[in-house]
């Protein structure tokens, strides 16, 4: 069998090599320069490979479409590619949020292993491959069309069946033809190395419905808004204030260990709630645990109405380790040992350098006031912004800044057993194309890797 893969990212490739195994002609065609750039650049260039929780879990850790996941991750699990990377020598460490690693640190490592891999078992490799359209024909029909012709007939389910594909290279266009053509060409985030949606529009053409494209673990964007009204008034108004300026002062600075909720205070609702590390940039935060709640948050009702009016807040529990009265015992204690200095240098075993200042200006204590004349009222107020450290959510940077992108061929439209079409005949899906996102973890690339590898096995 001839199979045609579009696209050389890890879903493309471990297609190719699911493919290959099973005794198939295979072509990758990839339109970069070279295979795998967006997997050299995933876990800040060290690649996040995929999760050590049960496969089980991973459909949890995948709110976009999660369910219909289930068949290829058990076809191909976390198991199977840390046994194929080690296959490799590539040897793998687990890290805090069950994260795997290559014990090396480089994310150059595991492309080498799939590199290796499509060259033992000769799969053709075309780089600078940009291909144009997928070529099929009405099912009842002999002729190459190069578009879709009639719809559904009542001999046959599919409405269409692949012929092949039309790519340049090399200021050339040539005509592929393939018993089975791959979809693996990624989504529309990272542009820069090759995801630019191209699978969509090719999609598209031969009849397949595209969702909504939105970003997805993605930073979020705060705002100026100086007045928020609360129901039950989660925090005072005043840590609102300047929620940008306050970002931008203390940009930068990474926070470990923390507790974060996302509320919609319009409801009084907790949209997300998680634990981990986050960091404020010059435009709002970032890190695992805000890109993991970007994920959720962007699937919750109105959220672009909630956005504008100021009603999404992000809560930070900078203490997430001590209840309220144990903290206040804490600040107690500092304050004992520190009780002849002044409030603004008697925070430095309680917080970063960076957050004393801002912390001080949301108490609205004087920061020369003398810690013995500290009252009551002020301490336990001291203990609600750090317990309540609060900024405005206003939006999502732009799809290029995200991780992966939300939206894409609708799985309706596609067999979760195969990831076959349900529409053309020989027609395959694969990876980020698919309307299928995780959260940060290694997920994302769990799920390129196991619906290439279920796309690329022969049909029973």
Do not use: W
């Not at 876990?43 to 369910?67: A, M, Q, V």
């Not at 979760?416 to 349900?422: D, F, I, L, Q, V």
């Not at 020989?426 to 698919?434: P, Q, R, S």
Request: proline share 2%; charged share 25%; glycine share 8%.
């Amino acid at each position: 069998m001839k199979v045609i893969i579009v696209g050389g990212g890890p879903a493309g490739m471990m297609a190719g090599i699911s493919s290959a195994r099973n005794g198939n002609d295979v072509v990758i065609l990839e339109k970069m320069n070279m295979l795998g750039k967006k997997l050299l650049i995933t876990g800040k260039g060290r690649c996040n490979i995929t999760s050590s929780l049960d496969i089980s879990e991973f459909i949890k850790n995948t709110p976009g479409n999660g369910r219909f996941l289930y068949s290829c991750f058990e076809k191909f699990t976390n198991k199977d590619m840390i046994d194929f990377l080690n296959n490799h020598n590539v040897k793998v460490k687990e890290e805090r949020g069950n994260r795997y690693f290559p014990v090396s640190d480089k994310s150059m490592d595991v492309l080498n292993a799939f590199k290796e891999e499509l060259s033992r078992l000769k799969v053709k490799v075309i780089t600078n491959a940009r291909v144009q359209k997928i070529i099929v024909k009405n099912i009842e029909s002999t002729d190459i069309t190069g578009q879709l012709q009639s719809t559904k007939t009542s001999k046959s389910k599919f409405m269409s069946e692949i012929v092949g594909v039309v790519y340049s290279t090399n200021g050339k266009e040539i005509i592929e033809k393939a018993d089975k053509v791959i979809l693996a060409t990624g989504g529309n985030s990272y542009q820069a190395t090759g995801s630019t949606g191209d699978g969509y529009k090719m999609a598209s053409q031969v009849g397949h419905t595209i969702t909504k494209i939105v970003p997805s673990l993605v930073p979020m964007v705060v705002n100026d808004i100086n007045k928020v009204e609360s129901n039950n008034e989660v925090v005072s108004k005043s840590t609102y204030k300047n929620s940008l300026n306050l970002c931008k002062a203390i940009q930068g600075l990474s926070l470990k260990n923390v507790g974060i909720k996302i509320l919609d205070i319009h409801t009084n609702k907790v949209v997300y709630e998680d634990f981990g590390e986050m960091i404020f940039t010059h435009f709002g935060v970032s890190g695992p645990t805000i890109l993991s709640g970007s994920a959720h948050l962007l699937r919750y009702k109105n959220v672009d109405e909630l956005f504008k009016n100021g009603k999404i807040i992000l809560k930070i529990d900078l203490k997430p380790a001590l209840s309220d009265e144990k903290l206040d015992l804490r600040i107690l204690r500092d304050f004992d040992n520190e009780k002849n200095k002044c409030f603004k240098n008697s925070l430095n075993e309680l917080l970063p350098q960076k957050l004393i200042e801002p912390v001080i200006n949301l108490c609205g204590i004087d920061g020369d006031k003398k810690v013995n004349e500290i009252t009551k009222s002020e301490r336990l107020k001291l203990v609600s912004i750090l317990k309540n450290f609060s900024i405005i959510i206003s939006g999502f940077r732009d799809i290029n800044e995200a991780i992966v992108t939300s939206g894409g061929v609708t799985i309706k439209e596609i067999n979760p057993k195969t990831m076959e079409s349900k529409l053309v005949k020989g027609l395959f899906f694969a990876g980020e194309v698919i309307d299928v996102d995780a959260y940060t973890g290694g997920f994302n690339l769990q799920i390129a890797y196991s619906t290439g590898y279920t796309a690329g096995m022969n049909k029973d």
